[in-house]
């Protein structure tokens, strides 16, 4: 009986030498372990918050005169000891008012083997008190786990909805991925095409611009030529204002110059005519010693030629206003 666990005992009799008798034989089975005696009902209520108690043992004399209530009272202070009233009697009114009291076990002292069996009863007692502790454990420890099991369902269910959710997000994100996909092909059609039709544009303007390039050196080439050309017009003008009235001049005197060697020609001839009509007529002495209008035909056309400058006077004179005046423009 030395490997039995120590526990707490609290005696509570009025009569000492009944409490040293339990005393003794608890010691005995229960080695090592903590047993207290108090004499009244009051010590044993103020006793009781005073340790952690696996078994008060109360004679029911100490309660008769506070009343059984107090037992009670005792049960509420110690609520995980083992409360065991022992009688002088076996009584099953007696006992069936304490146990309604709280009392876990009512015992009666007056048998034979009372001292002797204690420690046994003590012992059946304090066994189902922990399997007793240790079931409401298991008990407690059930509830969490069913609580655990009924939030862990909650939580399945809830996660279940919310995969199904994913996997619907899921398939549309692909739906949306194969319509990006093929919108993005789309765009790489029409900027390959943008492209192309940008490299075609960059030729064609290249091309442009070398033919411009072209062009404008041909264009100042072209200026130049053109101012050079202006320059030696500016430079000519002077003389072809000029020569528009030299022609003219030229022209007149031309023509009086015919028309007067035409009138000398005529009367050159005509008197010819007239010398060799007159040698033969009886007057011929009278026509050679006329005196002629002209010494001789270089007098003639001189003066012919005279008179035909001095109608083109006006026209020397314009073309020297115009050489004046320099070129019209």
Known sequence: MSDMTPINVLI??????????VTLSLRAFFPNSRIEVVYSADEVVQWAVKCEWHTILADVDLFRQSGLATLTELKRHAPMAT??????????TLGTQVLHYGVDFYLAKTSHGFLSELPFVLRTFLKNQDLN??????????????????????????????????????TQLQEELQAHEVELSQSKEKKQ???DQ?????????????????????????????????????????????????????????????????????????????????????????CVKAKPRHRNK??????????????????????????????RR
Do not use: F
């Open 12 to 21: 509570a009799n009025e009569q000492a030498q009944e409490a040293k008798e």
């Open 83 to 92: 409360i065991i009233i022992q009688a002088d009697c076996n009584d099953m």
């Open 133 to 170: 502790s240790r079931l409401n454990v298991a008990n407690e420890r059930v509830l969490r786990l069913e609580e655990q099991v009924s939030r862990t369902q909650t939580d399945y269910q809830s996660l279940v909805e919310q995969l199904d959710q994913v996997h619907q997000e899921r």
């Open 193 to 195: 095409l943008l492209l």
């Open 198 to 286: 940008w490299e075609k544009l960059r030729q064609a303007h290249t091309a442009m611009e070398e033919e411009l390039q072209q062009v404008t050196g041909q264009l100042t080439q072209e200026r130049g030529e053109n101012q050079a050309s202006r320059e030696q017009l500016e430079k000519l003008r002077p003389t072809q204002s000029c020569l528009s009235n030299g022609p003219k001049s030229r022209r007149t005197w031309s023509r009086s110059r015919s028309s007067a060697m035409s009138a000398t020609n005529y009367k050159s001839g005509w008197r010819r005519a007239r010398w060799k009509s007159s040698r033969s007529s009886p007057n011929w002495s009278k």
């Open 298 to 327: 270089s007098s003639a056309l001189k003066s012919n030629c005279l008179r035909s400058i001095g109608n083109n006077r006006p026209s020397q004179s314009r073309s020297k206003r115009c050489d004046k005046s320099g070129p």
